[in-house]
């Protein structure tokens, strides 16, 4: 039989290893996540400084190419720096890579067709091949401009079907109490579970308030960054109540009734077209594998009967 003391050991002993190993197991994952962060840290700035180094040189390489392209005129006066903006690209390298991408197109695709014998698989006389080339040339300068805007038409139907929703956070937190500022810091915060475009607009409308600009200024570069009519009209709603003292909560109600209208009337007019783009596909791929399926045994058997000689 075991003793009551040595019992009492046992338990005693029990206790002192378990609570040595949870305090050993706590300090030693914290100095584990520790550790781990640190990793990461370093990963990420290598990964940062591997990205940037890769970017610097891919600008180096730019710069000549975009030199044939690139408008003469002030980049700050072009008409390419509002694309852009509306684009979402705000970096000072992404116009000379957009324009060294133009040049280099427009001599690789001449180029290939060129080194790959297209005139000789063409069978095209000089004024033929002269043609091809130039059309290759067209091509590929204005594609980027093409993929460009194609950018720019998502980000702003990206903002658009947002915005409505940040307008009614808008009118809570007006509502509530807070100054427009504040609305529109705590809109930006939480919209980014939705729209990380809208929240990052703005975040920068934020960050030129704090930077001293006047409130009229930061919602009229928000309206310029984006391009978009609805915000250009909000901007200028928000002006104009802020100048004549009117209530904000009111009108931004009675904005985002509207503008909601207006979305679900884009969405009703997007609705009404699908008929009408499916008749090309009907007619051009499915109708004329109908008439061969339903068709083709009947015709067969017409031959057949009219011409049983052949």
């Not at 994952?29 to 940037?52: H, P």
């Not at 930077?211 to 200024?217: T, Y």
């Not at 209208?261 to 009408?276: G, P, S, V």
């Amino acid at each position: 039989m075991i003793s009551a003391q040595t019992i009492f050991l046992i338990v005693i002993f029990i206790a002192v290893a378990g609570i040595a190993y949870g305090v050993m197991a706590v300090f030693a994952r914290r100095s584990t996540q520790t550790r781990l962060k640190q990793i990461a840290a370093k990963d990420n700035v290598l990964n940062e400084r591997k990205n940037e180094a890769w970017k610097e040189g891919i600008l180096k390489l730019s710069k000549p190419l975009a030199k044939f392209s690139i408008p003469d005129e002030d980049w700050e006066k072009s008409a390419f720096r509002a694309r852009f903006m509306h684009a979402g690209y705000r970096s000072n390298s992404a116009p000379t890579i957009y324009f060294a991408i133009k040049t280099l197109l427009s001599l690789a695709l001449p180029g290939l067709f060129l080194l790959s014998g297209g005139i000789i698989w063409l069978n095209l006389d000089a004024n033929g091949a002269v043609l091809v080339l130039l059309i290759l040339l067209a091509v590929g300068y204005y594609l980027p401009n093409v993929v460009l805007d194609r950018i720019i038409k998502l980000r702003q139907r990206e903002l658009f079907d947002s915005f409505p929703d940040a307008i009614d956070l808008m009118t809570i937190c007006v509502e509530a109490g807070l100054g427009l500022d504040a609305a529109l810091a705590r809109v930006g915060e939480e919209i980014k579970l939705s729209s990380k475009v809208l929240a990052e607009e703005i975040y920068l409308v934020g960050l030129e308030l704090r930077a001293g600009l006047s409130r009229e200024k930061a919602l009229r570069h928000l309206a310029l960054r984006t391009g978009i009519e609805e915000i250009e009209a909000l901007v200028v709603m928000l002006i104009q109540a802020d100048r004549f003292g009117t209530s904000t909560a009111d009108s931004l109600r009675i904005y985002s009734d509207m503008l909601r209208t207006k979305r679900r009337l884009r969405a009703e007019e997007a609705a009404a077209k699908i008929a009408l783009k499916l008749l090309f596909p009907l007619i051009l791929f499915i109708f004329p594998a109908l008439l061969v399926v339903l068709l083709g045994p009947a015709f067969i058997s017409i031959a057949r009967t009219l011409l049983p000689g052949q």
